[in-house]
């Protein structure tokens, strides 16, 4: 089920025997382009400690969206967030200071512990292929994983066609199967009033997170001649099908 990432900012977080907290953000693989991390806000019980829980942790999400809009598109609905963990374990894991960056060596120390793959999830872009985790005496503590970013801060990004800009980045699409990230809603006001494109990261050539700058390999006519953006229809394969036939990306698993 495709449904809006920042929308899920917010909501609570369940383990099997109580609320953890809520979601503070998603990290994910700009390259892979796979939802690596959730990161929950559980002020109030482990405040001071930064809680990181993989993807496949996560049950499906339980949404009882109206069908006149894509789940969580609007930021009305705040479901809750279940995962496969127990409140102790969470506790009993490696203890990670909330202001601390997440670096490959927290990753693995998290990878271990849990019995998380890391190579977990598929992925249709330039993902790296993981067998198995560095030792955390190589992994470095150096800095943050350069491979992450936020999902709660490339909102705003601003997006360039080969030949000019196209707007901003509004919203991340995911999928709650693989946990991958499958499209980045555009809001092209500056240019095109009042519409909204949706781009596959097939089409992104780089990512400036210093800039704040996103690039994609397409042009402003292509983008102009695209399918409307629709909330509805591109919750259905067939949307998204004639989206990717338009812009000659490949299908996801289609």
Known sequence: MLFAVTGLLGCSVEASDGRVGVVKDFLFDDEGWRIRWMEVDAVGWLSGRKVLIHPSAI????????????????????????????????QAGPATPEDA???????????????????????????????K???????????????????ASVKGYHVHATDGDLGHIENLLGDDANWDIRYLVIATR?????????????????????????????????????????????????????????????????
């Open 59 to 90: 049950e499906p999400l339980d949404v009882s969206e109206p069908s006149n809009r894509l789940p969580m598109m609007s930021g009305q609905q705040k479901p809750v967030v279940s995962v496969r963990l127990t409140k102790q374990q969470i």
């Open 101 to 131: 960056p997440v670096t490959k060596q927290v990753e693995v120390r998290l990878y271990e512990y849990f019995g998380w793959d890391p190579a977990w999830g598929a992925s249709y872009f330039r993902a790296r292929v993981i067998s």
């Open 133 to 151: 985790p560095t030792p955390p005496s190589q992994a470095g503590d150096g800095g943050a994983d350069p491979d992450l970013m936020s999902a």
């Open 190 to 254: 500056n240019w095109l009033p009042g519409k909204h494109v949706q781009m596959a990261p097939f089409a992104v050539t780089g990512v400036d997170a210093a800039e704040r700058r996103v690039d994609l390999k397409v042009t402003r006519e292509q983008v102009k001649s695209a399918p409307e953006w629709d909330p509805i229809a591109i919750a259905g394969q067939a949307a998204e099908q004639s989206l990717h036939r338009h812009f000659g990306w490949p299908g996801y698993g289609w």
